[in-house]
């Protein structure tokens, strides 16, 4: 009997291709999430569960799935799986590291650079008919070359935005728990702790995964530091910056701008007040989007539900050392 798998949502034709031949597979083909009650009913005879970070795989959901070997996430953050209760339970979790490390940082940097010369506003600006003639003085924004960009967070995709901040003569500093004096080297950048790295920078990048240790690790304190010109992007995730404290420090100019791909929550409710801010450009959680490298972790994602199903040790997996169940 093929393995009976739940894919949450639509999937690129590639990694159906891989799925379905060898599985009893049913794929969620709605834009929303499953609600959490069908999903609770689905996985009660699931061996395996192919998941967005939308889902919210938790103890509840795993003790509703007695058969569950291994639920791959499309996406490399997993903080919406709780991985030590499903260590605990002979549950396989993989994620998809690395394909999207380059995307990322491109998207990081697009946002910084939006950011920095003002872009989006450009556009408004254009659109509302005020665009008369041109002046001298309109729209004036922070020059990227020259500037120090600070990351906070050097995994790989903070390594590769440093890479791109190299390449526009700009200096980089770091904060990172890790210290990696071989990047330092490499890249040609600089370890700090964060509140020197966030007192220096004109740039603020936050590449760090959410943990109980990161979680409105951005809030006021922090924000109160940064340079009054400074601009902050965020492409990790929502709740690592403290949203409220970020709209006070943006309205009352205690930092220049923000550019985020991420929200808490997703999405951003309409009335949320930084939508009201020129000087806030917000991304609907998009920087891994581009056809190549969507492909390539749905495709990573199926070769990691697969890999559980058959009692293999994932290609990438988020707890290797569990002992998955039968
Ligand atoms: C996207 O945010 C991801 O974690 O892949």
């Not at 798998?5 to 049913?26: G, H, N, S, W, Y």
């Not at 989006?120 to 922070?142: I, N």
């Not at 950048?189 to 004109?202: E, H, K, N």
């Not at 995964?209 to 530091?225: F, G, H, I, M, Y």
Request: proline share 6%; aromatic share 4%.
């Amino acid at each position: 009997m093929k393995p009976k798998v739940f894919v949450t949502r639509m999937l690129p034709q590639k990694a159906l291709d891989l799925i379905l031949p060898v599985c009893d597979a049913e794929i969620w083909q709605e834009e929303l999430p499953p609600p959490r009650d069908l999903l609770l009913s689905k996985v009660r005879d699931l061996d395996g569960l192919l998941s967005l970070l939308t889902d919210k795989i938790d103890a509840t959901l795993m003790d509703a799935a007695p058969k569950l070997k291994v639920v791959s996430n499309c996406a490399v953050g997993f903080d919406n799986i709780d991985v030590p209760a499903a260590t605990q339970r002979g549950i396989a979790v993989g994620n998809t590291p690395g394909v999207l490390t380059e995307t990322t940082a491109d998207f990081a940097f697009t946002l910084l650079m939006a950011a920095a010369r003002r872009v989006v506003e450009g556009d408004r600006y254009t659109r509302a008919g005020k665009w008369k003639t041109w002046g001298l003085t309109v729209l004036l924004g922070q020059d990227i070359h020259g500037a120090t960009l600070g990351l906070i967070g050097l995994g790989r995709i903070g390594a590769a935005m440093a890479k791109r901040a190299k390449g526009f003569d700009m200096r980089v500093m770091y904060y990172d728990p890790f210290r990696r004096e071989d990047l330092e080297k490499e890249l040609g950048i600089t370890y700090s702790d964060l509140d020197t790295v966030v007192r220096q920078a004109d740039f603020v990048s936050v590449h760090v995964p959410l943990t109980n240790e990161t979680r409105k690790l951005v809030n006021q304190d922090l924000l109160s530091k940064m340079k009054q010109t400074a601009i902050i992007v965020n492409t990790s995730r929502g709740p690592v910056v403290d949203q409220a404290a970020l709209y006070a420090a943006l309205r009352d100019g205690v930092i220049a701008g923000a550019a985020l791909d991420v929200t808490d929550p997703e999405p951003i409710a309409l009335n949320d007040p930084l939508l009201t801010l020129e000087n806030c450009i917000v991304a609907p959680h998009i920087a891994s989007a581009s056809v190549t490298t969507r492909t390539k972790m749905a495709t990573m994602a199926a070769e990691n539900l697969l890999a559980g199903l058959r009692g293999e040790k994932l290609p990438t997996p988020v707890n290797p050392e569990v002992k998955q169940r039968n």
